[in-house]
């Protein structure tokens, strides 16, 4: 609910990581920026109750976050031009921008909880360089498919750190690649709570839930021929790319949600959407198949 009030004043971080913008600057505070390091952009206004609350919540999870993104602040009163072009319907609206594009983004006040796990999602895309040597080894071991060194590394690397979010969210993949669901998500839900948020949980929780997905999809073929034949079926499309990624092909799946974003955007709730952003979150933030899809998503979101 918007209500009159002031608008809250914020000191500039010392490390430049948050700013005020306008739309003379937009082009390099957050377009020439955010090619070097994500940048976060809340519009707001002085008359925005909501915005209050979440200004502040949004600057300290920045500042938490080292440096591994920047945020900046639009004032949509003063800078309507900008808020037009990115069609800001209400505020607050938040957006992140990455390689000069929005990426990611919400509307309204969100718990603590949701803007600690946006913000490190949207730093991820970045790369997070702080995971040890061990880490990397394991997820190596992983790919390769010795599920059981890569376990044995992750347990190790925990009884060093029991927070290591990167060994936590590589041992939960691990139980998902052995097949072993129901421990894979018996260790999420044991995480520490000060890393229960943390990207990499994030993508081994994404993983989970695909992966339970698979094991209900239908014949690839056979969706693909009622797809052909029924191109308005957005259930037969859905789960076509539900199957698509069950046989390990994430770009085919992305396309088809892609598509039923393109044909019906709030069909079953916003599902395709939904369904694209989990598949990124299970996939490396780098994967041209998640930069890819971001774009073309991007594209018919703002275009």
């Known amino acids: 609910m918007l209500e009159l009030g002031q ?21 390099a505070d957050v377009v020439e920026a955010s090619k070097e390091v994500p940048v976060i952009v809340d519009f707001w206004a002085p008359w925005c109750g909501p915005c209050k609350t979440l200004g502040p919540a949004l600057e300290k999870a920045v500042t938490e976050a080292g440096g591994k993104v920047r945020m900046v602040k639009v004032n949509v009163d003063e800078n309507q031009q900008i808020s037009g072009q990115l069609r800001i319907q209400s505020i607050p609206t938040v957006y992140a921008f990455w390689q000069g594009q ?23 895309l970045a790369g997070d360089g702080g995971l040890g040597e061990a880490v990397e080894a394991a997820d190596a071991m992983l790919a390769e498919g010795s599920v059981e060194d890569a376990m ?6 925990l009884e060093e750190e029991p927070a290591h979010p990167g060994a936590y969210g590589g041992l939960v993949r691990c139980h998902v690649a052995s097949g072993d669901l129901d421990q894979a998500e018996a260790v999420l839900n044991g995480a520490p709570l000060e890393i229960a948020n943390a990207a990499e949980l994030e993508a081994a929780r994404a993983q989970l839930e695909l992966a339970r997905q698979s094991a209900n999809t239908g014949p690839v073929g056979e ?16 789960d076509l790319a539900q199957a698509y990624y069950a046989a ?15 044909r019906d955007r709030e069909w079953n709730d916003g599902a395709a959407k939904a369904q694209m952003f989990t598949i990124f979150d299970a996939l490396k933030p780098q994967d041209p198949i998640v930069l890819a899809g971001r774009r073309k998503l991007s594209s018919m979101i703002f275009a």
């Not at 608008?7 to 082009?27: Q, R």
């Not at 693909?224 to 191109?231: A, R």
């Open 7 to 27: 608008a809250n004043t914020n000191t500039v971080d010392p490390l430049d990581l948050i700013k005020d913008s306008s739309e003379a600057t937009f082009m």
């Open 102 to 124: 929005p990426v990611d983004g919400f509307q309204g006040a969100v718990p603590g909880s949701e803007i600690k796990a946006f913000i490190d999602r949207v730093a991820a």
């Open 152 to 157: 044995q590394t992750f347990a190790a690397i």
């Open 223 to 238: 969706l693909q021929e009622k797809v052909s034949s029924e191109p308005e079926n957005h259930q037969a499309r859905f």
């Open 248 to 262: 390990g092909q994430a770009e085919e799946a992305v396309n088809e949600l892609l598509e039923l974003f393109r």
